[in-house]
């Protein structure tokens, strides 16, 4: 056991952290805000890592990575979170999409689609949940029917993300046999967003715009060879891509971001002639926020140490998020009530405190414990796979 | 960073799991709380020859040499198994006091000794009315000649009256907090044992007795510092042994929401109940690591670090989740003192007890993160 990153681990991140310094505009602020800057920047940003052969470095070679640790990955999450993910929609590339694609698909497809990837060039929605279809996921209804150069796409998706950025590509989990039982026939197409047939409409959020969006297919026409993995083995390629994703997006570190905000705020801010760090009350509820960092950290470097080991973690992915989530939830909770009414102005009001930091933490997190697979959800997987439980119904 | 165990440490695991479970049994834990001296002597001996009671001595004194982190595994397989021993006060907390404090005479005389299970220390620190937090002591020791009389009253000292070493933590009038080790020789200090419910033997002493001035260990008034890191040692420590115990306590929830029908099925197979289930798996998890992190910290020099104290202040309130769900999903049956649960149970809110509050802990934090 070692709780301590090497040194060289350390520069990586020191590096990073003055990378970030330097290249993210005083302006960012994430990715859901109503500003027309935010899309340019962040295929600026990826470009940038990916000059410094940073976005993809935990790729083999052959798809343009450098095989780097996946510690050193980690640390990447790490600061990329903490700063409000400023690689913006790609990273569901590096976090699931390509690694699927690496693992599932044929070697034309890898060589396709992967160095874009790597370059940084390139945008990925998803297509999985449908509005009868949300933690029942394998009762998707998208119908791809099989014709002779390829399949023909109908149906309507939802949440996903991005689309509208606009994206350029679709991970699309669709119905191929619907004889089958309900995970039996499903596949994964991978669908050129500009096809004719596919129509993107924005919904706004209370987190803001692009987040999430609808898309319908109206006799879509996808190519066989953007067919991914064997036709009506879709399942599996989605629930190894969702337990990918669980595992990569390092949500704890936000969190500890926005608790080192806190404890700056509170050591400068006075209350009855008294900083409110003197506060006890104050003072116990961000040591809470911290001791539940740590325990959330811990569990998702756990995760990662299987990874080092070229495991993958399931339940340890969902035991993870189970912490993450909740610790990001509780941060913006705690964090508004620190900062009393100023955590009613929104980060467009000049006036409000940390920049609207606190504001964010809430509001984007109030769906944390929904997305990619319901916190109900992750329970049943870690009863049902963790522990032995039977079925949950 | 890597939080998987070495293959040493899980052969060290692994060992120590298949000789606890051909040599005790939860039967034997009922049948040694109730029993006088509150341990087992043959077994403390076998535990001896193992290595366990020197684990982190160096070698002259007999020890293993191994870390403060390889203790916590072994606690970690004897809460598992249930064990009362007075491996916490004695191996964990006294041995290392003499080790940091001792002179090399009294290093001699004691750690070989305790090494080889042929002696038990213990530690008297608290004193009435304390809460939980160690302080400055109450109980004085005052200069006569070449002696230190001492006078007043411990409590809640484990394993008092096996002890063959007593460390007495007291302020030496004029010259601040030390530590005093008493010989069972020394005539005047009187024993009476609590009535607890936590399941390892708690005594009451009074002191009123003049002892050599070479009964200091260290220099007078500079223990502070020590007593302080043997209290995070034992903290961490109990904590291990919680994680053991608590695994042992899911495997038993999860046992029984597997086989127990109503309703005709499997209650496991409702969700209310499979995700207390769940609860407890996440929070031993949670739990497993922070004590892990904290042990490491402390093997590595750094007793006083924020991740020490986020350990039990996470664990305080972990513990109380974790047993509330294991009597939830067991019913009725979990609060009979015929099932195993109620065994663990008391254990948990002891452990709960010692060593520092969650508000003590969390100040603790809240002090490391530059909240002045």
Redesign the interface.
């Known amino acids: ?5 090497t040194p060289e ?1 350390e520069r990586f991140r020191q590096e990073l952290k003055e990378f970030l310094r330097r290249e993210l505009p005083e302006w960012w602020r994430g990715m859901f805000v109503h500003d027309d800057r935010v899309f340019p920047q962040t295929r600026r940003f990826c470009q940038e890592l990916a000059e410094r052969g940073w976005l993809t470095m935990a790729w083999p070679p052959e798809h343009g990575g450098q095989n780097a640790s996946v ?1 050193k990955q980690a640390i990447l999450r790490e600061e990329m979170w903490a700063h409000e993910e400023p690689r913006g929609p790609q990273y569901m590339n590096l976090n699931y999409i390509g690694p699927c694609i690496m693992r599932y698909g044929t070697e034309e497809q890898k060589r396709r689609f992967l160095p874009p990837m790597a370059k940084g060039t390139v945008i990925w929605t998803q297509g999985f949940s449908e509005p009868e279809a949300g933690s029942d996921l394998a009762s998707v209804r998208t119908r791809a029917e099989e014709v002779a150069d390829g399949f023909v796409v109908n149906g309507q998706k939802i949440w996903s993300s991005y689309a509208d950025a606009p994206a350029d590509w679709c991970f699309l989990l669709v119905r191929t046999d619907p004889s089958a039982p309900k995970h039996r026939g499903l596949s994964v197409l991978l669908v050129d967003m500009r096809t004719p047939g596919i129509t993107v409409r924005p919904i706004d959020s209370m987190a803001g715009p692009h987040e999430l969006n609808e898309i319908f297919f109206d006799d879509v026409k996808v190519p066989r060879n953007c067919l991914l993995g064997e036709k009506n083995r879709g399942w599996e390629i989605v629930t190894a891509g969702l337990a990918f994703e669980r595992a990569g997006i390092a949500r704890y570190a936000r969190a500890g971001r926005v608790i080192e905000l806190l ?1 700056e705020y ?2 400068q801010t006075h209350c009855d002639g008294q900083p409110l ?2 506060n006890l009350d ?3 509820k ?3 926020l ?3 960092y ?3 950290r ?2 998702n ?2 995760a ?2 299987l990874q ?2 070229g495991q993958v973690p399931v339940v340890e992915a969902s ?1 993870a998020r ?2 993450n989530t909740q610790l990001e939830q509780l941060v913006g909770h705690v964090g508004m009530e620190i900062l009393g009414l100023g955590g009613l102005l929104t980060h467009a009001d000049p006036q409000a405190p940390l920049s609207g930091s606190v504001y964010r933490q809430w509001v984007r997190n109030i769906p944390t414990t929904i997305a990619a697979g319901t916190l ?1 959800i992750q ?2 997987i ?2 049902a796979q ?8 | 960073m890597d939080l998987h165990l070495s293959p040493e440490q899980t052969l060290l695991v692994e060992s120590a799991r298949s000789f606890l479970s051909r040599v005790w049994s939860l039967e034997r834990t009922r049948a040694i709380e109730a029993s006088p001296s509150g341990f087992d002597r043959h077994l403390w001996l076998q535990m001896a020859e193992l290595g366990w009671l020197g684990i982190a001595l160096p070698q002259g004194f007999g020890g293993s040499e191994q870390t403060f982190l390889e203790a916590t595994l072994l606690l970690e397989e004897m809460g598992r198994a249930l064990l009362p021993s007075p491996f916490v006060p004695c191996v964990v907390v006294a041995a290392p006091l003499v080790q940091a404090l001792g002179s090399a005479e009294q290093q001699r005389r004691w750690l070989p000794l305790i090494a080889a299970g042929r002696a038990i220390a213990t530690l008297a620190l608290v004193e009435p009315g304390w809460r939980d937090e160690w302080r400055r002591p109450e109980v004085r020791a005052l200069r006569e000649g070449t002696r230190l009389r001492l006078r007043g009253r411990k409590c809640f000292v484990p394993y008092a009256e096996s002890a063959d070493l007593t460390i007495v933590a007291v302020t030496i009038e004029g010259e601040g907090p030390s530590v005093l080790a008493i010989d069972r020789e020394i005539p005047g200090c009187s024993y009476s044992r609590l009535d607890t419910f936590g399941g390892e033997p708690q005594f009451d002493m009074e002191f009123d007795v003049a002892v050599p001035a070479t009964t200091l260990l260290g220099k007078p008034g500079e223990a502070g510092a020590e007593i302080d890191n043997a209290c995070q040692r034992a903290m961490v420590a109990s904590l291990a042994f919680m994680v053991g115990a608590s695994e042992r306590v899911l495997e038993m929830t999860v046992e029984y929401a597997k086989t127990r029908s109503q309703f005709g099925r499997p209650i496991g197979s409702f969700q209310a109940v499979a995700h207390r289930c769940v609860d407890m798996r996440s929070d031993i998890d949670a739990l497993r690591y922070l004590v892990y992190q904290a042990a490491w910290n402390i093997a590595s020099g750094k007793v006083d670090a924020l991740e020490v104290a986020a350990a039990k202040a996470y664990g305080n309130e972990a513990l109380r989740r974790i047993y509330m769900n294991a009597h939830q999903v067991h019913g009725a049956i979990g609060f009979s003192m015929e099932y195993d649960l109620q065994l663990f149970t008391r254990r948990a809110k002891a452990v709960e007890l010692q060593w520092g509050s969650t508000s003590f802990h969390l100040e603790r934090v809240a002090a490391r993160m530059g909240l002045e």
């Open positions: 056991m070692d709780f301590a990153f681990e510690w404890t509170v050591q760090a003197a104050v003072r116990r961000l040591a809470e911290r001791v539940r740590e325990a959330a811990l569990l470097y756990r990662i140490s080092a080991r035991i189970l912490h109900e329970k049943n870690i009863a963790g522990l032995g439980l039977p079925r949950q119904r």
